[in-house]
């Protein structure tokens, strides 16, 4: 069974970073895409960046460019999503997600959230101002 665990969250100040992890396991090949999305409140789920587990393919929102980055350590079967020059509206739940087969996957489709097939159970970022 697959299973997606999230940490790194928490409160910080506008400007400041943090790093968020997603540990991943029960995955038997590495035939797999992972994705960060996040949710504030009142608002839906945005698809904040993706990574195959190759890493040939990394796909960013625009609201994040050039902000955040995302990387992938397979060794650890982690992937990390780092945070710079936060903003308050990036304050959200943060969750990883996982799309299996993304070797034949369209990955024009990775900021939807219906295109996953695992997620995890989010992490809370909140930057004040």
């Known amino acids: 069974e697959v299973q997606l665990v999230e940490s790194g969250g928490g409160l910080v100040q506008a400007g400041g970073s943090l790093r968020l992890s997603c540990a991943a396991s029960g995955f038997t090949n590495d035939d797999y895409a992972i994705s960060w999305f996040r949710q504030a409140p009142g608002k839906e789920r945005e698809g904040v960046s993706c990574?195959?587990?190759?890493?040939?393919?990394?796909y960013y929102a625009d609201s994040v460019k050039c902000r955040f980055t995302i990387s992938n350590d397979n060794a650890k079967n982690t992937v990390y999503l780092q945070m710079h020059r936060l903003k308050p509206e990036d304050t959200a739940v943060y969750y990883c997600?996982?799309?299996?087969?993304?070797?034949?996957?369209?990955?024009?489709?990775?900021?939807?959230?219906?295109?996953?097939?695992?997620w995890g159970q989010g992490t809370q970022v909140t930057v004040s101002s």
């Open positions: 990574i195959s587990s190759s890493s040939d393919s990394i």
């Open positions: 997600a996982a799309h299996k087969s993304a070797k034949t996957w369209v990955f024009s489709l990775w900021a939807l959230w219906s295109e996953y097939d695992y």
